[in-house]
């Protein structure tokens, strides 16, 4: 079955960096669009990052543009989310997600991450 296992996640000082990792099975990853969403405690799940399959395009939200770098590793099946320059609100529950090539939607159970002193 389709599996997105979510990793990385912990605590971390303002200024910090942190990694998180989507180890994905069960569909052709190498075919899906994949993206990073997060939730904040009383907020709505919001869309920080996602790349194309190969790849080749990657966008970003404008909170995190310039500090967050989505990469994939399709021969690991892995996509991760290299988050540097933390701050406070940046804290949230951060989710995998992958759109695969017949429009499919599968979601990760999340990884918490929370910035603070």
């Known amino acids: 079955q389709v599996q997105l296992v979510e990793s990385g996640g912990g605590l971390v000082q303002p200024g910090g960096s942190l990694r998180v990792s989507c180890a994905a099975s069960?569909?052709?990853?190498?075919?899906?669009?994949m993206r990073w969403y997060r939730q904040a405690p009383g907020k709505e799940r919001e869309l920080v990052a996602h790349?194309?399959?190969?790849?080749?395009?990657?966008r970003y939200a404008d909170s995190v543009k310039g500090r967050f770098i989505i990469s994939r590793d399709n021969a690991k099946n892995i996509v991760y989310l290299q988050m540097n320059s933390l701050k406070p609100e940046d804290t949230a529950v951060y989710y995998c997600?992958?759109?695969?090539?017949?429009?499919?939607?599968?979601w990760g159970q999340g990884t918490q991450v929370t910035v603070s002193s």
């Open positions: 997600n992958a759109v695969t090539y017949n429009d499919l939607v599968f």
């Open positions: 069960g569909f052709t990853f190498s075919s899906a669009l």
């Open positions: 790349i194309s399959s190969a790849g080749s395009s990657r």
